[in-house]
């Protein structure tokens, strides 16, 4: 049976960059209020905010200082309880992110509750994932702490069974309130190896990416709390195969709906160092997604993104955000949103928004950059190769304020940004694609649409096609009663097809609506339907 949320499009809001209605530069909830209309007209059903809780902002929400309260920033609980009444009455869900694998060190748990993280008199050899150690000295207690992200975010422990419920007393309170799920920041973090050991170089992830414990914590949080409510979750979970999705997803384990998985967001830099770029090669992204359709079908569910708030844009990634940035876009997302799982948009994708190239590390404020820059420039590597690095895969590539019009500041804000807005924001922008004839947004409503309207979108199976192929990635979807071929070329070159079934254009992203002399232009994508039996 098909669940309301296999059938959804989700749309990420990253709040300080949406939309600001009060001129101080940050986005905030009456900005977002604002721009329901705009969610809705395109086709989404489940809005995913990401944090708006009380914080420091050493990371940038990410660091929690008060579940409980909404950060002055972006507004008042008031102005919360009016977003979420808004969204439901436009028949949309909000799902919040829920990060509870640390706080900020600003928690009053910190001081109060010092049983609630994880203490050592001596530190292990883990690295931090934003740099340096991950254990700082804490001079009031005498001990090192751990803190696999900043040192201002304490990792919490899961081991404390009054931490667990204090921290499933804080779901029911918002999922009472009438919130409709959680994205759970890197979930499979919370159980750590209980006796710490040392990682090979200083990697501790063996010991805390899907710990020992981190089935029985999850059961126990739908136990607890989720089975109660009619909601969705997704954990974001990096180092998790598809096996291990399986028995995460899979409906029998009272685990969560969906996983976010990395591995295909990781093909095109080095393993040891994400800053390191490198060409895409099309067949290992295609050996990979395959692997994860096939291993979640009929077992569990996959979630489908190019985009998030820690990623660089998609269309300057594996695209072409010059020349074919029309093309590549909407290739792009026909890839992605025919498959099988639940798509994700984050803001601006829908219209082909790109990477930025600050000229100054000044204007980045993203702290993994910040402190990678540090780091290399420490040991000689020159300027420029650093941030060359930089504009391809900084995180604040995805943070440049939403582009609504041609305005100053895109229409952002009317005062002066937190993160400088993108300069192309005065030929790519919302307004700009709504009166375009041919954009990027229209295409995203008719994609989004599709899968509301056709269940093979959504229960079909995958066969992937033109396995070796460099540069096309072709694959089906099938029912029974139905076969959809997908064609994506991935390059801007003219690529010719050893063979094409006859069938009705389901969308196409160019023009004359043909398939020219059995080639596919540059980034050229077409879905056909044969409406045969398939055996």
């Given amino acids: 049976m098909t669940t309301?949320?296999?059938?959804?499009?989700?749309?990420?809001?990253?709040?300080?960059?949406?939309?600001?209605?009060?001129?101080?530069?940050?986005?905030?909830?009456?900005?977002?209020?604002?721009?329901?209309?705009?969610?809705?007209?395109?086709?989404?059903?489940?809005?995913?905010?990401?944090?708006?809780?009380?914080?420091?902002?050493?990371?940038?929400?990410?660091?929690?200082?008060?579940?409980?309260?909404?950060?002055?920033?972006?507004?008042?609980?008031?102005?919360?309880?009016?977003?979420?009444?808004?969204?439901?009455?436009?028949?949309?869900?909000?799902?919040?992110?829920?990060?509870?694998?640390?706080?900020?060190?600003?928690?009053?748990?910190?001081?109060?509750?010092?049983?609630?993280?994880?203490?050592?008199?001596?530190?292990?050899n883990w690295g931090s994932i934003f740099g340096g150690s991950a254990w700082e000295y804490d001079d009031s207690r005498g001990q090192y702490y751990l803190h696999l992200f900043s040192k201002k975010q304490p990792d919490l422990n899961w081991e404390n069974p009054e931490l667990r419920q204090a921290i499933?007393?804080?779901?029911?309170?918002?999922?009472?309130?009438?919130?409709?799920?959680?994205?759970?920041?890197?979930?499979?973090?919370?159980?750590?190896?209980?006796?710490?050991?040392?990682?090979?170089?200083?990697?501790?992830?063996?010991?805390?990416?899907?710990?020992?414990?981190?089935?029985?914590?999850?059961?126990?949080?739908h136990d607890n709390v989720l089975q109660h409510y009619d909601c969705v979750t997704v954990g974001e979970m990096p180092g998790t195969s598809p096996e291990d999705a399986q028995i995460y997803t899979n409906p029998d384990n009272h685990e969560v709906n969906m996983i976010f998985t990395f591995e295909h967001m990781d093909l095109d830099h080095a393993p040891d160092d994400k800053f390191n770029y490198q060409p895409l090669n099309l067949i290992d992204?295609?050996?990979?997604?395959?692997?994860?359709?096939?291993?979640?079908?009929?077992?569990?569910?996959?979630?489908?993104?190019?985009?998030?708030?820690?990623?660089?844009?998609?269309?300057?990634?594996?695209?072409?955000?010059?020349?074919?940035?029309?093309?590549?876009?909407?290739?792009?997302?026909?890839?992605?949103?025919?498959?099988?799982?639940?798509?994700?948009?984050?803001?601006?994708?829908?219209?082909?928004?790109?990477?930025?190239?600050?000229?100054s590390i000044d204007d980045y404020r993203d702290i993994e950059t910040l402190n990678m820059y540090d780091e290399k420039r420490t040991v000689g590597i020159d300027e420029a190769t650093v941030l060359d690095q930089i504009h391809h895969v900084s995180r604040d590539n995805a943070r440049t304020p939403m582009q609504w019009s041609d305005d100053e500041n895109a229409g952002f804000t009317t005062g002066t940004p937190w993160l400088a807005v993108n300069p192309n924001y005065q030929t790519i922008n919302v307004k700009h694609d709504q009166n375009s004839e041919q954009s990027i947004y229209s295409y995203y409503q008719q994609l989004i649409a599709m899968r509301k309207q056709y269940d093979i979108v959504t229960n079909g199976d995958f066969t992937l096609l033109e396995r070796d192929h460099p540069q096309l990635f072709a694959y089906t979807r099938n029912n029974g009663h139905e076969n959809w071929t997908v064609y994506c070329n991935f390059s801007s070159d003219t690529i010719t097809l050893t063979e094409i079934p006859n069938g009705e254009i389901m969308i196409h992203n160019y023009d004359d609506g043909i398939l020219s002399n059995s080639q596919l232009r540059p980034y050229e994508t077409i879905v056909l339907r044969n409406m045969k039996e398939v055996e």
């Fill in 285 to 359: 992204l295609k050996d990979n997604l395959e692997k994860w359709q096939h291993a979640l079908h009929n077992k569990g569910w996959n979630s489908l993104y190019w985009n998030n708030h820690d990623q660089p844009r998609i269309v300057s990634r594996f695209g072409d955000d010059q020349t074919y940035r029309y093309e590549s876009a909407t290739m792009l997302a026909t890839c992605l949103h025919m498959m099988q799982g639940t798509p994700y948009v984050y803001q601006g994708e829908e219209i082909g928004m790109t990477n930025v190239s600050f000229s």
């Fill in 168 to 221: 499933y007393d804080m779901m029911h309170w918002w999922l009472q309130k009438g919130v409709d799920g959680f994205r759970m920041d890197v979930i499979n973090f919370i159980s750590k190896h209980p006796d710490l050991p040392d990682g090979e170089n200083g990697d501790g992830s063996p010991y805390f990416m899907n710990g020992p414990r981190i089935h029985e914590f999850l059961r126990e949080m």
């Fill in 4 to 124: 309301w949320w296999q059938q959804a499009t989700v749309y990420q809001i990253y709040p300080r960059s949406f939309n600001d209605s009060n001129g101080d530069g940050i986005g905030d909830i009456p900005g977002i209020i604002q721009k329901l209309d705009y969610l809705k007209t395109l086709g989404i059903d489940i809005i995913w905010l990401s944090p708006v809780y009380n914080s420091p902002n050493d990371d940038n929400g990410y660091d929690i200082r008060d579940y409980y309260q909404i950060h002055s920033d972006f507004g008042t609980m008031a102005d919360f309880d009016q977003l979420l009444e808004e969204v439901h009455r436009r028949g949309m869900k909000l799902v919040m992110d829920l990060v509870v694998n640390h706080t900020s060190d600003e928690h009053p748990w910190f001081e109060e509750r010092p049983d609630f993280y994880i203490w050592r008199d001596q530190p292990n």
